[in-house]
């Protein structure tokens, strides 16, 4: 039986990174705000929905200084075809986490499933973390969270993935967006509270590794091989909900994505192969959903390694940092930006539901936002975030700062 204990109390405050390269002392940059966001209703239908209403959404951010952390969750599928794929991930992410180090990131790591697990004799529980693993022995002495400057970690992540091994009985039910959502649920305290796995201050990356989809085929009964295999999705399931919660437990400004590594949507080749193995992949088409409105990388479970993979969710994690998370994708996609002091012209883009800049913005400034949410916006089983709550803004990374010295 693994041995595991589950999340805890999180905090609700504002987190996110920035990390810096120059000769002299490093500085991070992270927002703090000024003026909490205000939000008024529009009585008018929008041109498009005439049941629709608008909300008009302003915030307000200044640039200052903080540390720079990241918290990373990896949601691992132990189902019967996984062991290989699992073995991949785990010989990259030592290089991975390697380059996080070098670029002065505080980072951390937990682990879950993406089945439930025995938290005692007569309880199994979604999203609970396993203890890492340092020998091929079990041992708990690692403990759940796995923290930077650890030897040795080449080892531990292989040991550990053998560990949480794959094949599982009564594991073929992948549910890898509930075990996310269940891991930062910090409602019931039978589980292990204060587990360490989100810090405060800290931005927050999710890589979930699949070669099926939520529930195996997402509830598409077009997608079904296997007898029983089409099972309806709770709202646990769905991408737009934890997302949703992710920003209720935390706060709106919360910085994070959702990485995956899966069987793309459309790629009958990896598809086939995958299926070569005997055990039957699905595409992943709610775990790109997810990656998609987070601006998270989607990677391919086929690739020959996962060095790419991993490189991609690197780059995305630092977009992340430049980004302003907004309440909702705006309306029609309009969206007023305003810096002062001014810095001249600064491109940027929406990914999902963020504001992603091209260039950093220096500490000492403040960001203005003014857009559009319309009411038709996906239903959560939680509530719209609080918009008093605080927002923030984390200017971009590495390049920029190297160019100055």
């Known amino acids: 039986m693994l041995q595991n204990l589950s999340k805890g109390v999180l905090s609700t405050s504002l987190i996110g990174f920035l ?31 005439p049941k629709a209403t608008l909300r008009d959404i302003e915030t307000n951010t200044m640039i200052e200084a903080t540390d720079n952390k990241l918290d990373i969750i990896l949601v691992v599928d132990d189902s019967n ?20 180090q070098n670029s002065n990131i505080d980072w951390q790591m937990c682990a879950t499933v993406t089945r439930a697990l025995p938290v005692s004799s007569t309880q199994n529980a ?6 890492w693993q340092n020998s091929t022995t079990a041992s708990n002495s690692l403990g759940m969270v796995l923290k930077k400057g650890t030897a040795n970690l080449s080892n531990i992540f292989t040991n550990t993935i053998n560990y949480i091994n794959a094949g599982w009985a009564n594991s073929d039910d992948e549910r890898g967006i509930k075990a996310a959502w269940h891991h930062v649920y910090n409602g019931d305290l039978r589980y292990q509270p204060n587990s360490g796995c989100y810090r405060e201050d800290s931005a927050i990356a999710y890589i979930i590794i699949s070669d099926e ?47 995956s590594i899966i ?35 989607v990677g391919s479970i086929c690739a020959e390694d996962y060095a790419t993979n ?19 994708s705006p309306y029609n996609g309009n969206i007023t930006v305003t810096i002062t002091p001014t ?22 400034h403040s960001i203005a936002l003014k857009y559009q949410c319309s009411d038709r916006a996906p239903s959560s089983v939680a509530k719209a975030v609080p918009l008093a709550q605080e927002l923030g803004f984390f200017a971009k990374i590495v390049n920029f700062f190297k160019s100055l010295f």
């Open 213 to 259: 989809d939520e529930r195996s085929i997402a509830g598409d009964a077009s997608q079904q091989v296997y007898s029983g295999e089409n099972k309806p999705l709770e709202e646990e399931d769905k991408p737009a909900v934890l997302v949703s919660y992710i920003k209720e437990v935390f706060g709106s400004a919360r910085r994070f994505t959702v990485n």
């Open 19 to 49: 990390f810096l390269t120059s000769c002299g002392p490093v500085q991070f940059t992270s927002p703090a705000v000024k003026d909490a966001p205000n939000v008024t209703e529009e009585n008018t239908p929008t041109p498009t929905d």
């Open 310 to 328: 991993l490189n991609l969710f690197l780059e995305r994690i630092q977009d992340s940092l430049s980004s302003v998370p907004l309440e909702c």
């Open 126 to 131: 979604w999203g609970a973390s396993i203890y």
């Open 343 to 364: 810095i001249g012209p600064v491109q940027s883009r929406i990914e999902g539901q963020n504001l992603v800049f091209d260039t950093p913005v220096p500490a000492g």
């Open 81 to 100: 075809s996984m062991l290989p794929d699992n073995q991949k991930l785990a010989a990259k992410l030592n290089g991975f986490v390697t380059q996080l």
């Open 263 to 297: 069987v793309k949507p459309g790629d009958t080749a990896c598809k086939s192969s995958q299926d070569a193995g005997g055990a039957k992949s699905h595409y992943g088409f709610k775990y790109a959903e997810l990656s998609n409105l987070t601006g998270g990388g």
